[in-house]
């Protein structure tokens, strides 16, 4: 195979469930501005489906998500583009429970890549929190004071339980 070919063996299952999916495709109406106003920042954990927690469907929000549902540079430039010209007008910021982000800190990350895979990653920064509420806390304020966001955008956020479902608002 070529460098530049598509890994088709790699992708099969995806292809194929994507071959059914477009039988009963449903969303060619839509647009790309948020119908409910809502973006969510959260985590890129699996278990998570960001638009069944909230109640929404295809649509309805804008979802952003990275390791543990952090508030990066890259997300505050999508959350300028998406309050001004998609839509938004608030936002949650939705990290988990038992989130590794949370359970480890930058330094056994970086080791443990290096010992299982002989890489060196020290030149990036995971944003692993030591405590997850103050985290979640200070990425809020960061959203709610970033000078460039669009005015009156309801900035707030909350844990979302993966044993349970729930989503616990956080007073920031």
Known sequence: MSKD???????????EANDQYIKTFKYSELTGVAQKGLAIVTCMDSRINPLSVVG???????????????????????LVLA?????????????????????VDEAEIHNEIDSKYGIDTSELEFKTVKDQ??????????????????????VGGAIYDVTTGKITPVEC
Do not use: W
């Open 5 to 15: 070919s598509f890994p088709y063996e790699s992708f099969k299952d995806a292809l």
């Open 56 to 78: 929404m469907q295809s649509g309805d929000a804008k979802i952003l998500r990275n390791a543990g549902a952090r508030v990066t540079e890259d997300v505050l430039r999508t």
């Open 83 to 103: 309050t001004y010209l998609l839509g938004v007008n608030r936002i949650l910021i939705l990290p988990h429970t038992n989130c590794r982000m949370a359970q």
């Open 133 to 154: 509420t103050q985290a979640l806390i200070e990425d809020v304020v960061s959203v709610r004071s970033y000078p460039l966001l669009n005015k009156g955008v309801s």
